[in-house]
């Protein structure tokens, strides 16, 4: 059984510094793709960052020179390092992987939520002044 659990959502101050963590269980973590994503309070989901199984990765615009991903497939782990924190990061952050058919590795995804097939519960941020 797949399981995604993520940790490190906090309260901070503007300017602020966070590492979200995501651990994985469950499946061969090198072949996934893996990406986090941001809910604001009565806001859709969106991508906040994701990362293929090549370690290629990719930035929504909003975050961009702010966040960095970044996996370690020997523990499993996915992070984001989050610098600069604004007050419009507040949010849930989630954990998602898509986990391509055995033998494959995924070298990347679209960036909408449909895009993968398994999440955690998410991590609470929030980011005031």
């Known amino acids: 059984q797949v399981q995604l659990v993520e940790s490190g959502g906090a309260s901070v101050q503007t300017g602020g510094s966070l590492l979200l963590s995501c651990k994985g269980s469950g499946y061969s973590f090198s072949r996934a793709c893996m990406a986090w994503f941001r809910q604001a309070p009565g806001k859709e989901r969106e991508e906040v960052a994701a990362?293929?199984?090549?370690?290629?990765?990719r930035y929504a615009d909003f975050v961009q020179g702010r966040f960095s991903i970044s996996r370690n497939d020997a523990k499993d782990m996915l992070y984001l390092q989050m610098r600069d924190l604004k007050f419009e990061d507040t949010g849930m952050f989630y954990c998602?992987?898509?986990?391509?058919?055995?033998?494959?590795?995924?070298?990347?995804?679209?960036?909408?939520?449909?895009?993968?097939?398994?999440w955690g519960q998410g991590t609470q941020v929030t980011v005031s002044s």
């Open positions: 998602a992987i898509y986990l391509p058919p055995l033998g494959r590795y995924c070298n990347g995804r679209g960036g909408t939520a449909n895009a993968y097939n398994h």
């Open positions: 990362i293929d199984s090549g370690r290629n990765s």
